[in-house]
């Protein structure tokens, strides 16, 4: 997400060939995976964002330093091998409530280096590269440093330039496969594979039938994530590229490879959506976070309120997650198209 959209943070990722698995965790989870949390115990060498990450066993005091890493370890059944979370911009994804609440939140943004390692951890992975950057929490060389392996989503790196300013832009289009390639990279790392492969295959499952039919193609977008005084709108490549291209539609700014660049109001009621997707964070860092500001702000400005989308009052609610490459994506992708049904825009 954009460095000012969230507290400093915040691909088209070959999930196959992205991670370079080591050390013959191949499937031996066989006898290892079970509700008890049982792990093959593996040794993991993963070819991560430009760097080696080797994991020599299955950690049991991960941090997480960003809300969708977290939300794949709790999804993966990890909350027992969790010794921290931080950097929120939403409640928990519905159903991993219980589990989250079992692990420690050391901060509600950006925690401190001391903080983090005050939690004793063996691991840590992070979704953006700016999380574990300079003006983050720490470098990943910091924390290798101390002996503590250090991860970050794929998704914010390959085919991605992240010192271009703001927060990066794109070569090349983010892909879904990105996102299913970091939740099979964390369940080996913990040594769940087949959890891992469970988790793929039901947010593929959830996909599909969400597209099933779905005919968007004569219909633009526009996602509009924070602040009414400066406001990021999504470029073509990131998260909501995905989005886009799976339901067959085009986003309005689609011309625009920065991952969430500062638009005017004036060209945006310019390129004027049929629908404004909106992010409705809970966080108070930015200007009209709430989906209820942003449209309380979009019916009143004589700038935009005379838009198709919002005379129309065709608006879709997202979560900052869904707004973001995580495994939130695809609750993004069911939510935009049951609207774009409810709105008939759908062939």
Not at 313 to 328: C, D, E, F
Request: proline share 4%.
């Amino acid at each position: 997400m954009p460095v000012a959209r969230l507290a400093r943070p915040a691909a088209l990722a070959l999930s196959g060939a992205l991670l370079l698995t080591g050390c013959g965790s191949g499937d031996s989870e066989e006898s290892g995976d079970s509700s008890s949390g049982t792990d093959s115990g593996a040794a993991v060498t993963l070819d991560n964002c430009g760097q080696t990450v080797r994991v020599e066993s299955p950690p049991k005091r991960a941090v997480s330093l960003n809300q969708g890493t977290t939300e794949i370890m709790l999804s993966l059944g990890l909350a027992d091998r969790m010794a921290g979370t931080a950097t929120w911009t939403d409640p928990v994804m519905k159903g991993l409530e219980k589990a989250n609440a079992k692990v420690e939140r050391i901060a509600d943004n950006n925690p401190s280096f001391e903080r983090v390692l005050d939690a004793d951890p063996d691991f840590v992975a992070a979704s953006f590269v700016s999380t574990l950057g300079k003006g983050g929490v720490a470098t990943r060389e910091q924390f290798e440093k101390l002996g503590v392996p250090a991860y970050v989503s794929p998704s914010d790196c390959v085919g991605k330039d992240n010192a271009s300013g703001g927060d990066g832009s794109r070569k090349k289009a983010l892909g879904i496969d990105a996102i299913y390639g970091e939740v099979r990279d964390l369940a080996e790392v913990f040594g769940v594979e087949k959890r891992g492969e469970r988790l793929v295959a039901d947010l593929k499952r959830r996909t599909k039938k969400a597209t099933s039919g779905i005919d968007a193609s004569d219909v633009t977008l526009l996602y509009w994530f924070a602040n009414s005084d400066s406001p990021y709108m999504a470029g073509c490549c990131g998260a909501p590229g995905v989005i886009t291209r799976t339901l067959g539609a085009k986003n309005v700014f689609d011309d625009t490879h920065e991952e969430w660049p500062q638009i005017n109001w004036e060209t945006v009621a310019d390129r004027d959506p049929d629908v404004f997707v909106i992010g409705d964070l809970t966080r108070k860092s930015q200007t009209a976070e709430s989906a209820k500001k942003k449209i309380e702000f979009l019916e009143s400005d004589p700038v935009t309120k005379n838009m198709t989308a919002v005379k129309n009052k065709r608006y879709v609610l997202l979560s900052g997650q869904a707004m973001n490459p995580t495994i939130r994506t695809v609750e993004g992708v069911e939510q935009v198209a049951s609207a774009l049904r409810e709105f008939g825009l759908t062939g």
